[in-house]
């Protein structure tokens, strides 16, 4: 019988650990080169591909998605845009709001109104 998975299972375990971390704590690493160094002793470029074959998305890609779901709860949490932005490691209030517009089609305010 072919084994249908082109990586390991050590790999494919890394790749979901990476995941878990990210939607356990996705403000925890600054940069995917932290979580990575952090989490994992595989090959970065291995970790990508795997990453991309199972989960559709770069684990970069990925990374901000979770970042920018957890900006909406810590925007109904009442914290301010400026504040949010920052604590998403986004360098200005106005990248935050292009990254969180291109993502859900709206501004961080047209969010909190609707």
Known sequence: MRNNHP???YVRSAV???KQQLE???LKYKTCSDLLDRTSTINRRILEHAF???YGYRIKEYQLKQRLGTS???L???MPIKRVANKCFYSSQSAFCRAFKKE???TPTD???S
């Open 7 to 9: 990586y390991s299972f």
């Open 16 to 18: 979901a650990n990476i």
């Open 24 to 26: 356990r704590s996705p």
């Open 52 to 54: 991309k074959q199972e």
């Open 72 to 74: 909406k709860l810590l």
């Open 76 to 78: 109904l949490e009442g």
């Open 104 to 106: 859900f089609n709206m």
């Open 111 to 113: 969010w909190m109104r």
